[in-house]
């Protein structure tokens, strides 16, 4: 599935079983809770945190999914396209960063 196509794929979910989309304030709330929703498990699987049991049964997949559903929704509001958002994005940080990471001794092994 493309971005495009994602994008219209939510929106008609929405249509069809979404009765309209929550306004965008609460859309922000929500990719918020679904961010940390993914923090969450990260910290505690892959972070220093342990990992209670009832966590071990969360799948970082499907939480993904869950904010980029959001995010989907946002975009679809505010009318960003993401396929040329992220194609432009891509662009500006080939050209800020063609060397910066390559020079940074940090991230050498």
């Known amino acids: 599935m493309t971005i495009q196509?994602?994008?219209?794929?939510?929106?008609?979910?929405i249509k069809e079983n979404g009765v309209r989309y929550f306004n965008e304030l609460t859309n922000m709330a929500?990719?918020?809770?679904e961010v940390?929703?993914?923090?969450?498990?990260?910290?505690?699987?892959?972070g220093e945190q342990s990992e209670k049991d009832t966590d071990?049964?969360?799948?970082?997949?499907d939480e993904f999914a869950d904010v980029l559903f959001v995010l989907i929704c946002l975009a679809n509001q505010t009318?960003?396209?993401?396929?040329?958002?992220?194609?432009k994005n891509l662009e500006?940080?080939?050209?800020?960063?063609?060397?910066?990471?390559?020079?940074?001794?940090?991230?050498?092994?």
Not at 98 to 107: F, V
């Open 5 to 13: 196509q994602a994008q219209k794929a939510v929106d008609d979910w």
């Open 36 to 46: 940390g929703e993914v923090a969450r498990i990260i910290a505690r699987r892959y």
């Open 92 to 109: 500006k940080k080939t050209t800020r960063d063609k060397s910066r990471h390559w020079d940074n001794s940090k991230l050498r092994p």
């Open 30 to 33: 929500m990719l918020t809770e």
């Open 56 to 61: 071990k049964e969360k799948d970082l997949g």
């Open 79 to 87: 009318g960003v396209d993401l396929d040329q958002a992220l194609e």
